[in-house]
C-alpha cells in the first residue's frame, strides 16, 4: 500500500517497490499494489481485499496518516511499515538512521573546513525529517559549532518561489548548507545560482537519498545514499518473520547510509 500523493518521490519509492516484489516473487508468493488516495485515507475507507482479509499480510510504504495506518494494524493482518513510524504506531518498521546519517552529514562539511552550516527540511511532513535536524543539532553540538536560527528552516516546501522567498530573505548565506533530500537539495543549488552564488565556491550544499536529481543538478550533488534494495528486502524479510512470530515484540530496524561525496561541496573560500 501506498500514498498516491508522494509525486516529489516517486523515483525513491519506486526503487523500493520494484525491490519489494523481486522478493515476495523470489519467495512464492504474489504481491498486490493499491494506491489510497486523499479521500480514502480521510474517511478511513479500505480497500475491499483488507476488509475480507484476503492477503496474508501487508506493507505499507511510507506515509499514510497515523489514523489510517492504524484502522490498517485493527485488521489483524501482519503488517511492516517502510520509511515512517510514529510514537502511536504499533508494527514493525523498516527505518534509514536517520540522525547518525544526518551527523554524518555534517561531519563531511566540517571536514571540508564549514563551521557556518545551514539546515533545510520540513520537520512536520515526517518523523525521518525531524530526526534528520536531531543529528543535525548534535553533530554541531559535537563539533563546537553555533547554531544560528536564521540558517535553520524547518517548513521547507519543494517549490521553486518558496525556496526563492526563503533565500532572498537571509541576510548572509552560511557557507554549506544540509537538506533533508535531494528534491531540496536541488532547488537550494539552482536558487543559489538564481542569486549570484557559485556552488560550492561560495555555498556548499549536500543533500539526503542519492536519487536522480542529485545526479541531474549541475553541479552533481553531494548525498547520503540510501539502499533502496536492501529496504525492499528488509521488509519482505521482516514481513514474513512476522507472519511466523505474531506475538513477539514488535521492532525498529535502522539501516545504514554512505557518504557519497560529489561536485556540490568542497572547502568553503579563506
Not at 503488517?79 to 504506531?89: G, W
Not at 556548499?204 to 542519492?210: A, L, P, W
Amino acid at each position: 500500500m501506498a500514498d498516491e500523493r508522494l509525486d516529489a518521490q516517486k523515483s525513491f519509492f519506486g526503487e523500493i517497490y520494484l525491490s519489494v516484489e523481486q522478493e515476495t516473487r523470489g519467495r512464492g508468493k504474489h504481491l498486490l499494489i493499491q494506491s489510497i488516495n486523499k479521500e480514502s485515507e480521510l474517511e478511513l475507507t479500505l480497500p475491499p481485499f483488507l476488509e475480507n482479509l484476503d492477503v496474508d499480510g501487508i506493507l505499507i510504504l511510507s506515509h499514510l496518516s497515523t489514523a489510517y495506518t492504524n484502522a490498517v494494524i485493527a485488521t489483524g493482518i501482519p503488517t511492516v511499515l517502510i520509511d515512517h513510524h510514529h510514537p502511536a504506531i504499533h508494527i514493525d518498521c523498516i527505518l534509514t538512521n536517520n540522525r547518525f546519517s544526518a551527523y554524518e552529514a555534517v561531519q563531511h562539511l566540517f571536514e571540508l573546513g564549514h563551521r557556518n552550516i545551514g539546515f533545510m527540511g520540513n520537520i512536520s511532513f515526517s518523523p525521518s525529517y525531524y530526526e534528520r535536524l536531531d543529528g543535525f543539532q548534535l553533530a554541531l553540538r559535537d563539533l563546537g559549532l553555533d547554531v544560528n536560527p536564521d540558517w535553520i528552516v524547518t517548513d521547507a516546501l519543494e517549490q521553486s518561489e518558496y525556496m526563492m522567498q526563503t533565500m532572498k530573505a537571509i541576510r548572509t548565506q552560511p557557507t554549506a548548507w544540509f537538506c533533508v533530500n535531494d528534491g531540496l537539495g536541488f532547488l537550494a543549488n539552482s536558487t543559489l545560482h538564481q542569486l549570484g552564488f557559485q556552488v560550492p565556491d561560495d555555498v556548499s550544499v549536500c543533500s539526503f537519498d542519492n536519487g536522480q536529481l542529485s545526479r541531474l543538478a549541475t553541479p552533481t550533488t553531494t548525498t547520503m545514499s540510501v539502499d533502496l534494495n536492501l529496504f525492499g528486502r528488509k521488509a519482505v524479510e521482516q514481513f514474513f518473520w512476522r507472519m511466523e512470530h505474531k506475538v513477539e515484540p514488535f521492532m525498529e530496524l535502522l539501516l545504514p547510509t554512505k557518504l557519497i561525496a560529489r561536485e556540490s561541496t568542497a572547502a568553503p573560500r579563506s
